[in-house]
């Protein structure tokens, strides 16, 4: 790709290409960002400063906690029209799945307390529809607060979700908020407690035909699977997989309702099942990684995630070249998911202890994920 043709698919000037090229003027998130999506990259993977989006991510947050608080009485201002609403809030949702936290924290502020204006302010009849937009819309910023450790404000944008999905009438997304609240029990280590929450969703989530009714279940049971796995239940975890792959079966591959579910899904949480029930289980791993791959249709979060597993699952069979080789994967996939997985940092660091006298390439990479 030439410079003018970045420049024309970037919407950015020929003139500051040239001068960012040669180092000669900084660049706004903005224009990186632009220049990522013409290039079909990752945002992380054009910056040189490694800590950057880290630093830019948890600086944000405290705007995300201000526009949070004040969610039933917001701020005077103007809204858009739901229409651009709902526009901005699936281009949160698409960013979420493709690990790109920076643009959700720089955009969600405002946006949140944009739609809670829109809610208080909304006649009866369009309520339903807001409050379904708020729903989505806290996800992806809960997904920028629990992958950066900011545990509190997770549960808070948890609750939010469960406050707004009565609101919306939908009762398939309410089963998508039992997904996410997950996240709770896996901070907390309270497994056993969050395996009977996902099966309580599931009693109570619509037993409907329709596709996205029929994928909403089976995440539900995906999810199961795989907390059932942190509480070492392996029947209970075979089980929800079983359902899981049943529900896929009859499902082709996409985002539903924000969360990707199908076949290639499933098979990415074979892995993440069998590493969650422990070390004696990762065989079960390394089978389906041996002969499959996530394709490139998947989000990127679930891609670099399905790595991120495998180099636990290989690291605790001796594998540590291997493993190091799935965690190179997973940062090209999705940089700032990978650097702020706990997983990586734990896995990078004994990877430097049992390989002290190796290349600089991991040395690099244990710092660049901070790892010790």
Request: proline share 5%; with cysteine.
């Amino acid at each position: 790709m030439t410079q003018q043709q970045l420049a024309d698919a970037a919407c950015v000037a020929l003139g500051t290409i040239r001068k960012i090229e040669r180092g000669e003027r900084g660049v706004t998130d903005a224009t990186l960002e632009a220049i990522a999506d013409a290039l079909g990259v990752d945002p992380a993977r054009l910056r040189t400063d490694r800590g950057a989006a880290h630093t830019r991510v948890h600086d944000a947050l405290p705007a995300l906690s201000a526009a949070i608080a004040a969610y039933d009485l917001p701020d005077d201002g103007p809204t858009r029209p739901v229409r651009d609403l709902r526009a901005a809030v699936a281009d949160a949702a698409r960013w979420r799945l493709a690990a790109q936290y920076t643009r959700i924290v720089r955009a969600l502020p405002e946006l949140l307390t944009e739609l809670a204006r829109a809610y208080h302010a909304a006649p009866a009849e369009d309520r339903a529809e807001i409050a379904g937009l708020l729903v989505r819309a806290y996800r992806s910023a809960d997904a920028v607060a629990y992958k950066f450790g900011a545990r509190d404000l997770s549960a808070r944008l948890i609750d939010l979700m469960r406050w707004a999905a009565p609101e919306a009438s939908d009762p398939t997304l309410t089963a998508t908020v039992a997904y996410v609240r997950t996240e709770t029990f896996f901070a907390a280590e309270a497994h056993e407690a969050g395996l009977r929450a996902l099966e309580q969703a599931l009693d109570a989530s619509p037993c409907l035909s329709a596709t996205p009714a029929i994928a909403v279940r089976g995440a539900l049971h995906m999810r199961a699977a795989v907390i059932a796995g942190r509480a070492h239940d392996d029947s209970a975890a075979t089980r929800h997989l079983d359902e899981a792959r049943a529900f896929a079966d009859r499902v082709p591959e996409g985002v539903y309702l924000g969360t990707a579910f199908g076949p290639d899904s499933v098979r990415a949480h074979e892995v993440s099942v069998a590493v969650s029930l422990g070390d004696e289980h990762v065989t079960r791993a390394l089978d389906v990684a041996s002969g499959w791959k996530p394709p490139m249709e998947l989000p990127a979060e679930r891609r670099s995630g399905f790595y991120i597993e495998l180099a636990r699952a290989q690291l605790w069979s001796g594998l540590a070249d291997d493993a190091f080789e799935s965690l190179k994967v997973a940062r090209h996939i999705a940089p700032q998911h990978t650097r702020e997985h706990p997983w990586v940092r734990e896995d990078a660091a004994r990877l430097r202890r049992l390989k002290r006298a190796d290349s600089e390439t991991l040395t690099n990479f244990a710092e660049w994920c901070a790892a010790t």
